[in-house]
């Protein structure tokens, strides 16, 4: 569908900053403010409703505001002839919203289609990157049943055992999750949030499972001359944002297929998990899959990007060399990363530079951890 | 020193915007103006008639293309999964929610697959035709012809959308803005009475009258007017949960334009075997040989053709099980590879195409049991067997014969799953026989001389006998009923058939799930999904589907409420 009205989306932004520059330019500092805001995004095949007989649209709507400070220091710590110490840091903070939506819950993100609505959605007033979903609220256990009241646990075990795809009924006062389907209704079920109450999973009890923008992203820098010596080490993390695993759907489905030894864990009759759910062959595949923060993780990492060590050898030796320069060095990078996150690099995108799914870890090839070893000589 | 830097600045777009104004001036307007190279745009498409039949060739394509999406090519026999007829085979988890009724508005079927949506992309196209071909400059017939097909056309893709999903926004223009489609949804009456009837009244006085080759014929419509009074004419339950009787006067129209067909239609019920050396098919069977698609039986069949990735993907998806091992029994049954050797057949057990044993839509053991002794369409239509050239007969998993190409099954050269051309044939003569009857009986009180021979046509065809004479009109309703059930299987009419005559609850509630060993098989067995239990409650709100929920998102300014007992 052609769309006569595309224009060219508007930038307005605001920068306010503040150099400053101590001790001869030995401390440097920079602050800046901005606020960018973007109206009228072009969003290209953007979802439409099927009776148009188009899958998507490409239009001008919506807005999206970033605020945000950037901190930096440049700043020469120690200068003598036989030690110098350099530290560059910055640090920058902010988030993009997006408003002016015709409509809140627009789908993007994962799998438009596959899982209905995808994995995030674009919601007035929310980050762009907010993953929606089910929010887990435990497992089913026995007591939860009134079959299995008042019975011990062996019984309770064994009546369990005699038909494992049986369904039993909540007791009365009952206030707690609901599994994914009301055939569903037994010991070892994954239960999630019922956001109505009204006892059915549904669109409804969908809400906001997880941010894929970090609080907070960070770069540190420290070099060191000491002689003809020379060191570096560079961190970079960032903190606060979080992570579709989406390689767990099929991992940590609690299925038949290969799983993560987290199955291990999962809930038995003998020994009840309060966290994994049982392993079921029919919890896999599309019809049987929920989107839930199982498969959110925080994605907070520090890692050490790069470490190099120099020698460089002195005047003298150079001189008899008739060269100019001659340096030793060996370096290595990404040596480690600390993170809670289980899969492969928390540093993740799903397509690398679709920003409106942001955050999506898919089997994304790992990063190499490469140590480098050289000699640079100027002639 | 300090610095202080304050910048204020609206940046970038228009930047490049006044670079173009600066362009603009210095260049000259031809060669600003461009046809874009890689598409087709509106304007310059619809200007002849050369172009004005492929447009309207292109309407067929979103209910025929062969992909994964494709709705009679894949997904659209799952309608009748969990009815008497079609199962899926065990551990085929698709459908699970098919059979323990807990149907979601999230399903993959109703999402991904694109069943609901592509139905609607061939509404816009047929939209397109409509709205752009009469501004061509040609021949008024021929115009007509095919503006006949698209209304005819949009009317079918509407017709299976409302006995499916209810109330619908009624999307009548070509969309060129968003008010085009953002639309309240409509109830199934207006839908009946405003689109699907008007449209296929126009159809069968402007389209072709010749035999049908793919697209709609004044003979198509015809029949699917017939079709769709018949159906109007039962009952059905609307979005809002409401039970509908549906309006009785509505059968003398279904039976007067079913008539028309039978008396001045070039169709007719081929009565011929096919002979292929040793093959036989039976002229029941004879529509649905791949090598002679659109026979004179055929009124609305949509195609599928022999190139790679465009083949329809029924054959894979109707593919019970990889080989026969459990239908032969224990090992001990099997028979001996060849004379002295006493190896048991193992591979030769599966069809030599190998066939993924995908098993979405299986035959039940209910409708194997259905048919009268006797009956060719037992034998042609669900293949328990098959004859290998070197003599032997091995036994195979119960298949439908109409979902596949044989050539893949039997290992062709150059065949695969995706690399089929069985055509699906939605409607043929027979239907027409087989709702006047039953539109005769309804609306005249008792059948007649006609009606009793329309359907004994059917009968002797298959290899029957005349059906008793002097059947009361509750008997022959439920003779002509019966009939449809073994003529059409597999055709996806048995749950909208159970719908119209309000018997939904009742033919489902005890069903045949279970093989026997004189059905073909060398013992008992049973390949059904767990969850199809035979004797599951179907219940009211899934006589139609769940709009999907992504569409209930995107719709939520226009108002839409979901199809009752879905939830929000």
């Not at chain 1, 979903?133 to 089913?140: E, F, L, N, P």
């Not at chain 1, 038995?268 to 049982?278: A, K, V, Y």
């Not at chain 2, 447009?55 to 009679?72: H, I, K, Q, R």
Request: proline letters at 4%.
């Amino acid at each position: 569908m052609a769309n006569p009205n595309l224009t060219w989306e508007t930038t307005a932004q605001f920068d306010a900053g503040l150099d400053l520059a101590l001790f001869k330019n030995r401390f440097e500092f920079t602050f800046d403010y901005f606020r960018k805001k973007t109206t009228d995004l072009l969003i290209a095949n953007n979802r439409i409703p099927s009776q148009s007989g188009f899958s998507g649209f490409t239009e001008n709507f919506a807005n999206i505001t970033a605020n945000g400070l950037e901190f930096s220091v440049n700043a020469r710590i120690i200068r003598n002839k036989t030690l110098a110490w350099t530290l560059n840091a910055n640090v920058s903070t902010g988030k993009a919203i997006v408003d002016g939506l015709p409509i809140d819950l627009l789908p993007s993100g994962f799998d438009q289609g596959w899982l209905p609505g995808g994995s995030q959605r674009l919601i007035n007033g929310e980050e762009i990157g907010t993953f929606f979903g089910h929010k887990r609220a435990g497992i089913a256990q026995f007591d939860d049943f009134v079959e299995f009241q008042g019975l011990s646990n062996e019984e309770q075990i064994a009546l369990y055992n005699q038909d494992r795809t049986a369904t039993y009924t909540f007791v009365d006062d009952y206030d707690g999750g609901i599994p994914r389907a009301g055939n569903r209704n037994r010991p070892g079920e994954q239960l999630y949030v019922d956001l109505d109450g009204n006892g059915e999973l549904s669109e409804v009890d969908k809400e906001i499972i997880g941010q894929a923008q970090p609080d907070v992203t960070f770069g540190i820098n420290n070099t060191f001359e000491i002689g003809n010596f020379d060191f570096s080490f560079f961190f970079d993390g960032q903190f606060g944002n979080d992570v579709a695993n989406v390689s767990n759907w099929n991992l940590l489905a609690f299925s038949q297929q290969q799983q993560l030894a987290q199955v291990n864990q999962a809930w038995t009759p003998e020994n009840p998990s309060t966290s994994n759910p049982r392993v079921d062959s029919t919890n896999n595949g599309a019809p049987n899959f929920v989107f839930s923060d199982r498969f959110i993780e925080d994605g907070s990492f520090i890692r050490l990007q790069n470490v190099t060590l120099g020698y460089s050898l002195p005047a003298d030796v150079l001189d008899d060399l008739k060269l100019t320069s001659l340096r030793f060095y060996i370096s290595g990078t990404n040596l480690f990363t600390i993170t809670d996150y289980t899969g492969f690099n928390p540093d993740v995108n799903l397509t690398g530079r679709d920003n409106l799914s942001l955050g999506h870890d898919f089997g994304g090839y790992p990063l190499a951890r490469a140590i480098m070893m050289g000699l640079n000589i100027t002639l | 020193m300090i610095q202080i830097k304050i910048d204020y600045m609206m940046k970038t777009k228009y930047l490049i915007g006044a670079l173009l104004v600066a362009l603009l001036a210095i260049s000259c307007e031809d060669f600003l103006e461009e046809e874009p190279p890689n598409f087709v745009s509106t304007d310059v498409f619809w200007v002849s008639a050369e172009n004005a039949r492929i447009g309207t060739d292109a309407m067929y394509e979103p209910l025929s293309d062969g992909s994964s999406n494709a709705v009679f090519g894949r997904g659209w026999p799952a309608v009748d999964v969990g009815t008497d007829d079609v199962m899926s085979r065990v551990n085929r988890n698709n459908f699970a929610d098919w059979f323990s009724h807990t149907i979601n508005a999230g399903h993959p079927w109703l999402e991904a697959w694109q069943t609901y949506d592509n139905h609607w992309t061939g509404i816009a196209r047929a939209n397109d035709v409509l709205e752009f071909v009469p501004r061509i400059a040609m021949d008024e017939t021929e115009k007509n012809a095919l503006l006949g097909e698209a209304y005819a056309f949009r009317a079918f893709c509407y017709f299976n959308l409302v006995r499916a999903w209810g109330d619908l926004p009624k999307v009548v223009n070509s969309i060129d803005d968003a008010s085009d489609f953002n639309l309240p949804r409509s109830s199934a009456d207006e839908i009946y009475t405003e689109i699907i009837i008007p449209g296929l009244q126009f159809a069968e006085e402007n389209c072709v009258d010749e035999l049908h080759n793919g697209r709609m014929t004044k003979w198509s419509a015809k029949l699917i007017l017939a079709d769709v009074y018949l159906t109007y004419a039962g009952t059905r339950r609307t979005s809002q949960g409401e039970f509908v009787q549906g309006d009785a006067s509505y059968y003398a129209l279904a039976r007067d334009k079913a008539k028309e067909i039978i008396d001045g239609s070039p169709h007719a019920l081929i009565t011929e075997d096919f002979v292929d050396g040793e093959h036989i098919t039976p002229a029941c069977g004879v529509p649905w040989l791949e090598a002679q698609p659109y026979s004179v039986e055929s009124i609305l069949e949509f195609g599928s053709t022999n190139v790679s990735e465009f083949g329809s993907w029924l054959s894979r998806e109707c593919s019970p099980f990889f080989h026969g091992r459990q239908y032969w029994g224990p090992a001990g049954g099997m028979p001996l590879v060849s004379e002295g050797n006493s190896g048991r057949v193992n591979n030769e057990l599966r069809f030599p195409g190998r066939p993924p044993a995908t098993g979405f839509y299986i035959p039940t053991p209910d409708l194997y049991a259905h048919f009268e002794d006797g009956d060719e369409r037992r034998d042609w239509g669900i293949m328990t067997r098959y004859d290998t050239p070197d003599g032997n007969t091995y036994l195979c998993q119960p298949t439908f014969r109409k979902y596949v190409d044989i050539d893949f099954f039997l290992g062709a050269e150059n065949t695969s799953f995706l690399n089929t051309n069985n055509n699906f044939i939605v409607y043929r003569y027979a239907d027409a026989l087989l709702i006047f009857a039953e539109a005769q009986n309804e609306a005249d009180g008792s059948p007649n001389t006609e009606a009793i021979l329309a359907v004994n046509e059917i009968r002797n065809r298959a290899g029957l006998s005349d059906l008793a004479s002097g059947l009361s009109q509750n008997e022959f309703r439920d003779a002509v009923l019966r009939e449809r059930r073994s003529e059409f299987h597999g055709e996806i009419k048995r749950k909208f058939d159970l719908m119209r005559t309000n018997r939904l609850l009742s033919e489902t509630s005890d069903i045949k799930v279970e093989w026997t060993a004189e059905e073909g098989s060398l013992q008992d067995y049973t390949n059904k999904h767990v969850f199809f239990t035979g004797n599951e409650v179907w219940p009211d709100r899934e006589w139609l589907y769940p709009i999907p929920q992504t569409q209930m998102n995107l719709n939520v300014n226009n108002n839409w409420v979901q199809n009752e007992g879905y939830g929000l």
